[in-house]
């Protein structure tokens, strides 16, 4: 399987990996994926065997021969991409499946046996990512399939030392700001109004993650600055930043214990999603039709609609800046998932 796009479709594709699995328990399942994902592979529905994609194409010797040198039944290409197909030739498959919309001239037909038709801005992610599964008569039965990620045992173990020598309770909020694509930021200075209203009015400790890119790193300073400029002297709770400081799988188990996630359109909402953690998601530019958690404890807040929360989602949707979406809508969800006694907020996750 070759899926070597971003960390959030790759996280999208794991209900297609563990249909798969549980298909055909026995079969030894390769998986592809890009070094920006490597982290993750531990999390993932057991794959018998990871293979990366490295960003330097001449340090991908070792994959291609791995390929070239494998005998494998079937290929089944999620990505559509010029390298993915090239992997897909390579693996030399009996059978090489794609999405039609990945046909791009003739060559293409060259490299694959089957071109599955899905209707893509017409369906959620994951369902596209499942329909790659029909012509080898694979079909889920549930409306709308659970992400599937897991947290490795010595994953646990670690967390659970990182919060300790964090000084965080049991009961915290993990906020992700940051996001890929810069038109997915929010304002500072209300993610700021956020982290003091889970302060002073739900007593709850606050947790920011994110990536080591600076431009990210310098909006969570400003965030941490308008906290600053905003309250009225020193939090009462821990305000912990460990952007940049945490890998794929650390950052996960992490997400996987948090009492409620907050963030943008990104991979930490897919991660909160698999774990069914209560989660506020925030759209702008993107489609939350396509993107959107769908389990019961998920509200979405989009730009386009920012006085209360989406509950019907449509393929025709309209973009918006993410500075239309107000400070009072998202602390109006996180008062009424705290209200909620089904979300079991307070509890976190699991032991």
């Known amino acids: 399987m070759l899926q070597l796009r971003r960390i959030g479709e790759l996280v999208l594709t794991t209900p297609a990996l563990e249909l798969l699995r549980q298909t055909w328990p026995a079969a030894k399942i390769t998986l592809v994926l890009s070094e920006a994902c490597q982290e993750l592979a531990p999390t993932?529905?057991?794959?018998?065997?990871?293979?990366?994609?490295?960003?330097?194409?001449?340090?991908?010797?070792?994959?291609?021969?791995?390929?070239?040198?494998?005998?494998?039944?079937?290929?089944?290409?999620?990505?559509?991409?010029?390298?993915?197909?090239?992997?897909?030739?390579?693996?030399?498959?009996?059978?090489?499946?794609?999405?039609?919309?990945?046909?791009?001239?003739?060559l293409r037909r060259l490299v694959y046996q089957n071109f599955v038709h899905v209707a893509v801005n017409t369906q959620h992610t994951v369902d596209q990512m499942l329909g790659l599964l029909q012509p080898i008569g694979l079909h889920c039965d549930k409306p709308e399939p659970l992400l599937c990620?897991?947290?490795?045992?010595?994953?646990?173990?670690?967390?659970?030392?990182?919060?300790r020598e964090c000084g965080v309770p049991q009961s915290f909020a993990l906020l992700h700001p940051g996001t890929?694509?810069?038109?997915?930021?929010?304002?500072?200075?209300?993610?700021?109004?956020?982290?003091?209203?889970?302060?002073?009015?739900?007593?709850?400790?606050?947790?920011?993650?994110?990536?080591?890119?600076?431009?990210?790193?310098?909006?969570?300073?400003?965030?941490?600055?308008?906290?600053?400029?905003?309250g009225d002297g020193p939090l009462a709770l821990p305000l912990v930043v460990l952007a940049g400081q945490l890998d794929l799988t650390l950052l996960t188990a992490l997400v996987a214990r948090c009492s409620l996630a907050i963030c943008c359109d990104t991979a930490v909402m897919h991660m909160a999603s698999a774990f069914l953690r209560p989660q506020i998601s925030l759209f702008g530019p993107t489609n939350p039709f396509e993107?959107?958690?769908?389990?019961?404890?998920?509200?979405?807040?989009?730009?386009?609609?920012?006085?209360?929360?989406?509950?019907?989602?449509?393929?025709?949707?309209?973009?918006?800046?993410?500075?239309?979406?107000?400070?009072?809508?998202?602390?109006?969800?996180?008062d009424a998932i705290f209200q909620t006694p089904s979300t079991a907020v307070a509890e976190g996750s699991s032991e």
């Not at 003091?196 to 007593?203: D, F, I, M």
């Not at 993107?291 to 309209?318: C, E, I, N």
């Open 180 to 230: 890929a694509v810069a038109e997915k930021y929010w304002l500072p200075e209300r993610w700021a109004e956020v982290i003091l209203h889970l302060q002073r009015k739900h007593g709850i400790a606050c947790i920011l993650t994110g990536g080591a890119d600076p431009e990210e790193l310098q909006h969570l300073r400003t965030i941490q600055t308008a906290v600053a400029m905003l």
């Open 149 to 163: 990620l897991t947290v490795p045992p010595p994953a646990e173990r670690r967390v659970k030392i990182l919060l």
């Open 291 to 334: 993107w959107r958690p769908r389990h019961k404890l998920s509200r979405v807040v989009s730009a386009a609609f920012p006085t209360g929360p989406t509950t019907v989602f449509s393929p025709d949707f309209q973009p918006a800046p993410m500075s239309d979406i107000p400070t009072a809508t998202v602390c109006q969800e996180i």
């Open 44 to 106: 993932l529905p057991r794959m018998d065997e990871v293979l990366v994609f490295q960003r330097k194409l001449g340090a991908n010797y070792a994959l291609l021969k791995r390929l070239l040198t494998g005998s494998f039944d079937l290929c089944l290409d999620f990505s559509g991409t010029d390298r993915s197909a090239l992997f897909a030739l390579a693996s030399r498959a009996r059978r090489r499946v794609a999405f039609d919309w990945a046909c791009k001239g003739p």
